[in-house]
């Protein structure tokens, strides 16, 4: 496996979705990964688990991804009210690194005991073709939604927004 891609499998069990994430999760996965949460939201699943035990990293793009699912199903960005929807199953340092330091932790849960699973069967949901556009769309709105969530982020992220709305200007 290409160790720049990110391998999602999906499994539900009565109303709760389940996820694994293997590898890199980054931008280029992040337009499949809106897909598969975005199904299964309009299925009526409102509880999610991400296992990220071999999940290796997660950039800025595939958090804000993240970061904007958990307000839509929460309906909210206030952190206290957003919680208990997305539970993150055994993150590394470095992922709880890069969640803490662009200040949305109050987004998550963080577990290292995963739900008895026997029941599930988890199948991978294969990649689908994203245009350039929808890539570029994407991860505008994913900083965008790191930056609503905290303004401090405007810091790190003015270049790449910038950057990400001219880059549209020219597709």
Do not use: W
Request: proline letters at 4%.
């Amino acid at each position: 496996m290409d160790s720049s891609f990110c391998k999602i499998l999906v499994a539900v069990a009565d109303d709760k979705a389940f996820l694994k994430l293997i590898g890199r999760a980054n931008f280029s996965q992040s337009v499949d990964f809106k897909k598969v949460m975005t199904g299964l939201i309009d299925k009526g699943f409102k509880s999610f688990y991400l296992d990220l035990t071999d999940c290796t990293t997660m950039d800025s793009t595939f958090l804000g991804v993240l970061a904007r699912i958990v307000i839509r199903i929460a309906g909210t960005s206030e952190p206290a009210k957003a919680t208990n929807k997305v539970v993150l199953l055994n993150p590394n340092k470095r992922i709880v690194d890069l969640i803490d330091s662009l200040g949305i932790m109050g987004l998550f849960n963080v577990s290292s005991d995963i739900p008895t699973q026997q029941e599930v069967n988890f199948k991978e949901s294969p990649p689908t073709p994203v245009t350039k556009k929808e890539l570029t769309e994407t991860a505008l709105q994913a900083h965008n939604t790191l930056i609503e969530l905290n303004p401090s982020n405007l810091a790190k992220f003015k270049d790449v927004t910038k950057f990400l709305e001219e880059d549209l200007k020219n597709l």
